[in-house]
């Protein structure tokens, strides 16, 4: 190739590389992931699994032992963005009213007032959601897919942005029950954190002896605003996909239906939810445009709360990981 050849292409992947500005999400991500290793050591999977369903306004079910820090990630997270937070605690006696709030009845006016639940917030935590019952699991189904209420037939519409962050324990089930699928579909991601590794667990014993085991959450400096996150998540949404890979997501998604390890499949919910997850794993490594590694990084943390196994596979203890992996390795990957 000659060099002005040479010069042409470089102009055109420059003109490329500039049609939308990432450079200012990037540099947010990293100052959100510089407040957190303040005090979280190691865990990258889950914060940026966390950073994703922000930018992608999706609920994330985060699924690990006690201990693994959970809760304070999704805290500190939190405190990066200047929003309103609210954490609710899930009990077995935990009734929707105390979520979605109930009406009162006013002496002075003689009307009732609805007094608003702690679930009207920016971003709720709730820890241990398997912990209540299906009674006050479905009264997050409305809230959680269309980001309103409707209380005694008025609808309230929630402040945007809205995020459910939600933690689960794997091991204990006693006094847990499981969620309904319709509510694991509305989850955009299962974050499955494990244990940290022999390195990661020295450097959390040093970091925690330094500071003499206090934790000052106040020290994390706010990064996002209201503003910034609606800005980022449009910015997200004109990353681009070609038609290719968009029959390559569909491909996945439809190999769950007709699968011979599954019970059931996957819905065009998912489908919509590994584009915008690619989207923004993109978006977060500079790229304005989608590809096939950013469909399959973010493919099982999509799909994996989603499918249920046969009972024969079941009973072989089989994982849905597994036949994730093997769905990804039988479609053929768009060049």
């Not at 605690?89 to 002496?107: A, E, H, R």
């Not at 990353?239 to 059931?264: F, H, K, P, Q």
Request: hydrophobic share 40%; glycine share 4%.
């Amino acid at each position: 190739m000659d060099d002005t050849n040479t010069n042409e292409v470089n102009a055109t992947n420059e003109g490329f590389k500039n049609r939308i500005n990432l450079k200012p999400l990037q540099d947010s991500v990293a100052q959100i992931k510089q407040e957190l290793a303040k005090f979280i050591v190691g865990q990258n999977e889950m914060i940026e699994l966390l950073i994703i369903s922000i930018l992608t306004n999706g609920h994330s079910l985060i699924e690990g032992v006690p201990g693994v820090a959970k809760t304070v990630t999704a805290k500190l997270l939190a405190k990066t963005m200047d929003v309103d937070f609210n954490r609710i605690q899930f009990t077995p006696d935990l009734m929707p009213s105390d979520i979605l709030g109930t009406s009162i009845f006013n002496v002075k006016t003689s009307e009732f007032e609805y007094k608003k639940g702690p679930i009207f917030s920016n971003i709720v935590l709730i820890d241990e959601i398997n912990r209540a019952p299906a009674k006050t699991q479905a009264a997050l189904f409305e809230v959680m897919a269309e980001r309103q209420i409707t209380m005694d037939g008025t609808r309230y519409n929630m402040e945007l942005p809205f995020l459910v962050f939600a933690t689960q324990n794997p091991i204990e089930q006693e006094g847990t029950y499981r969620l309904p699928e319709a509510q694991l579909d509305r989850f955009l991601f299962k974050i499955e954190v494990d244990y940290p590794s022999l390195e990661d667990e020295v450097q959390i014993l040093m970091e925690n002896h330094q500071r003499k085991d206090v934790m000052d959450l106040n020290t994390i400096s706010p990064i996002l605003s209201s503003a910034s996150i609606k800005k980022y998540q449009d910015l997200i949404k004109q990353i681009v996909v070609e038609d290719n890979l968009l029959n390559y997501i569909a491909s996945i998604v439809n190999n769950t239906r007709n699968n011979g390890n599954l019970y059931l499949g996957a819905s065009p919910r998912a489908s919509i939810s590994i584009l915008n997850a690619s989207k923004a794993n993109a978006a977060i490594n500079g790229r304005d445009f989608v590809t096939p590694d950013d469909i399959k990084r973010c493919t099982k943390a999509v799909l994996k709360h989603r499918l249920v196994l046969t009972p024969e596979r079941e009973m072989e203890a089989f994982t849905v990981d597994k036949v994730v992996d093997q769905i990804l390795e039988t479609i053929e990957i768009p060049r």
